[in-house]
């Protein structure tokens, strides 16, 4: 009868599918997760209505939309243009509105749990912030230093960590804010955001070991230069926000460029050929570093007419790479899957990500029998995994489509809830499921 007996593991983890021969496919991936929920904090500022058209639809992006109404802004969806989707007309919160005591609840969501707290400062408002579980022992000290910094009252039970009430009456004289961001880039975004609607504007400066994610830094810069908001960086580690507005905005959202990448990596676990139209020519996202990192992992790419398109040839060279950022998982992943070492560096942070990350990849690796270890500010992968097995998630995104990558390659990888890419990739499961089948899953 034991035999017969479903453990709750086997009946909640997903086998990945096994691509047996070379697949073909063209995938649309949503938009960005770091773009949508920068555009929705801008438009929720800004001097008029905003339209996000086809922005990400997803766990992370609805929290953040949930948050910023909760906060006054009215958020309604329209059909697209084309009609192949929506997107979101945004009204800005009142901000001479008096809101009283209110809760947002930021899931998991970093973006929602370091960029919605200085928004708040702007408010006439009390507000409890709070989340996940996993939430609760993310890094938030630096957000909750700079808020006392800046004269506001924050009660927070637990020192630095989630949940905690911020009270303001909504002028904040501004200035200096000195930031130890090397946790995350988040703790910088998050007031550059805001900086502008200080009186003084805002002058922030980094203090500490160095800052990762710095493209995240830049996107931000980027998107405030957008909307009219002038950004200065007088010297490294230090911006200059002026005083000013946002500029209401229509926007058509980028695709996210770092959820391309398990359908890249795809073509070199299985061999064949994945494209993603819709790559933008410029941009700010991390993910514009996948042609480079999958090229000198064995694979040869291509750009045309808007689309990326990715070929595998059947073998997988390890890479020495720095700061990869949120792109790490997936490049361990086809790590996991190489004939040489993988050495990824400049990520101790990732510790603080949805889970620690660098554990949880050594952990899964170990246990489909390759060998990994962590390093101070990374991870060494030394020998390729060589079978199937449960693949925990850790209610991490990435450590699931992770999980996905290396079940192309290898028999039986059965990727514990695999419901969690809904934080940014609601449809994972049906796209990798397509994707696959042209391999002959
Ligand atoms: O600002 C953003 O949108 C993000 C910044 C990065 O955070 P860290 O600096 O913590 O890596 C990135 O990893 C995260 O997925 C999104
Ligand atoms: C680190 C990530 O997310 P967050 O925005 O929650 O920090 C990520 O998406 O890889």
Known sequence: MGSSILTPESTSDWLAPRAHGLIDATVQVPASKSLTNRYLVLAALADGPSRLRKPLRSRDSDLMIEALRVLGAGIDELDSDDGAGQDLLITPIDRSAVRGEVTVDCGLAGTVMRFVPPLAALLNATVLFDGDPAARVRPMAPVVTALKDLGLHVQDEEAGLLPFTVASTGSVAGAGLRVDSSGSSQFISAWLLVGAFFEQGLRIEHVGNSVPSLDHIHMTIATLRE??????????????????????????????????????????????????????????????????????????????????????????KGIDLADASELAPTVAALGALASSETRLTGIGHLRGHETDRL???????????????????????????????????????????????????????????????????????????????????
């Open 227 to 316: 909307v009219g908001v002038q950004v200065d960086e007088p010297a490294p580690n230090q911006w200059l926000v002026h005083p000013g507005s946002v500029r209401a905005f229509d926007v058509a959202v980028e695709r996210d460029l770092s959820n391309a990448g398990p359908f890249l990596a795809a073509a070199l676990a299985a061999g064949g050929t994945v494209r993603v139209p819709d790559w933008p020519a410029q941009t700010t996202q991390v993910g514009a570093r996948w042609p480079e990192i999958l090229t000198r992992m064995g694979a040869t790419t291509s750009y045309d007419d808007g689309v990326l398109t990715v070929k595998g040839h059947g073998t997988i």
């Open 359 to 441: 554990a949880a990849l050594v952990a899964e690796i170990k246990a489909l029998g390759g060998d990994a270890e962590e390093l101070a500010d990374g991870i060494l992968i030394r020998r390729p995994v060589d079978r199937g097995g449960v693949f925990h998630s850790y209610e991490d995104h990435r450590m699931a489509t992770a999980g996905a990558i290396i079940g192309l390659a290898v028999d039986g990888v059965r990727v514990e809830d695999i419901g969690t890419t809904a934080k940014t990739m609601p449809d994972f499961p049906g796209m990798w499921q397509e994707l696959a089948a042209t391999g002959g899953a």
